[in-house]
């Protein structure tokens, strides 16, 4: 194989895991809204706690 077609598969890889990983971001936000009863804490921490764990998704499955 040749080095463009391993960085195509790479991209699309890389873009598979991204594309997932925002799915997974949806779900522990919705996990949070439900669990969480202070409203200010789902606004302000619910986003970046979510988007931290899609990131790393595979580890809290």
Known sequence: MSDDTL?????????LYVLSSQVMTAVFFIGFCKSW???IKII???PLLAELEGLLWPFFI
């Open 37 to 39: 009863d202070s409203i």
């Open 44 to 46: 302000l921490l619910g």
């Open 7 to 15: 960085g195509t598969i790479g991209g699309f890889l890389i873009g």
